[in-house]
């Protein structure tokens, strides 16, 4: 009963230091990145002509100077009807182009308030930058997973989780600059007048939408985490949350994590300065995978550049359909090195491929007798949209799988493919399928692929027109 009297702490945004913390900051414009001005101002100028969507990357990429722009609009006057604006996309359209990159390309850069007298702090202050890049991907990546409907939201929330510690390490560029405090995100939030959405997603306590809170929290925790390197304990607990709210195994969500920390090092960690991704890639206990058969080497340029000269010559000649596709697919076999071939045909009238020509499958081969339905959209309808090639292979394989045609996969086998559609006087007749029977291919076999398909349908089309001529 003696404790139930005692009083209550005051909240941490409820301290007089905090409160000048943040009478502090909210006077204040945020300095932004250099990297970030010198984009803006390439878009200077361009008018309407720039595209939104270009602005919009640019700016989610400076937490900075996101929270700059979220404060900023959120904090106008408006009615009581005006909604919270959490798409920067929404912003650039409701200010205009020229006035937002006007307005905010002037704002001072990180980089003049820290360099060089505040080095250490501007190190800190990058990783920090990092961190909230690498979260951002992670929420909207567990978002997509759980069929979120405003990615934009879970991003810009886990892009701003980190700025009261950017604020912390600006500082000491500032003028006059206060104490630190330990403000958390949720206060600044509401300080700024930031979305509503932003405070509920980042707090605990916050009872709406809990499920959708608590992946966007394990995100953080994971960016931050990651930073440290893949062994760290807390790691495992929050694959595993997130894996109970998405339903499916702790397994699944760290295949999702890895490949996006994968694609992340290669595209958006421009700091050399900061850890190497390389302390994110784990090394688990286990079997390591087999590897793939080796790529077939590149074909010997005289023989494949003579099996060309011979399939042009066949055109030239006024040779047959039959003959002029024998020639197309000795090239791709003996000069491109493929082991298996197939040509599906346009059956007139009935909206599908069938099989006309095969090589390299013996007779059980269910890739002799398939057939493709081009009634629903699939990769192969939309390939036979205009001459155009795909090679599926591990690195797009998750991008691509969904969109093949049904019963594809279990006829075709595992490993590399690549497909081509062909094209006679600007009409689809067909497309051409090559692997390698579950091997990986090379760069070479894909350019003398594409570089067969295309002399075929040139050849087929000389053909044709000599047909129409009466030649």
Known sequence: MADALKPKPKPAADTPETRAWLDYWARRPLPVLQSTKAGLAGFAGKGESARIGDIADLVLRDPLLTAHALRQINGRERSSLAADVVSIESIVMLMGVDAFIGQFSRLPAVESLLLPKHAAQYHALLQEVATARLAARLARDLGFQRYDAHLDEVFATALLARIPRMLQHLAPGMPTPPADAAVPMTALARHWKLPEVCSNLLDPEHGVEVQRGEIQRAAIRLAEHLQLGWWQAPIGADLQLAGEVLGITTAEVWALVRRALLDFAHRDWPYAQIFPPA???????????????????????????????????????????????????????????????????????????????????????????????????????KLLLKPQSVWLNVGNRPQFEALLPRGLRQAAGEGDFMAM?????????????????????????YAGFKQVCLLTGQCLTRQARRLDLGG
Do not use: C
Not at 333 to 344: M, S, T
């Open 421 to 445: 559609s062909l094209f006679v006087n600007d009409k689809p007749v067909g497309l051409f399928f090559a692997d390698s029977q579950g091997g990986a291919l090379s760069d070479a076999q």
């Open 279 to 381: 302390r994110w890639l784990a090394m688990l206990p286990g079997e390591w995978p087999k590897p793939q058969p080796k790529a077939a080497a590149a074909p010997a340029k005289a023989g494949f550049n003579e099996l060309l000269r011979g399939l042009q010559a066949a055109g030239d000649s006024g040779a047959s359909f039959n003959q002029i596709m024998t020639h197309a697919i000795r090239a791709l076999a003996e000069g491109a090195g493929f082991k298996r071939i197939l040509f599906g045909l346009m059956v007139a009238g009935q909206r599908s491929l069938k099989t006309r020509y095969v090589f390299g499958a013996p007779a059980d081969d269910p890739l002799r007798a398939f057939e493709i339905e081009l009634g629903t959209p699939h990769l192969f309808s």
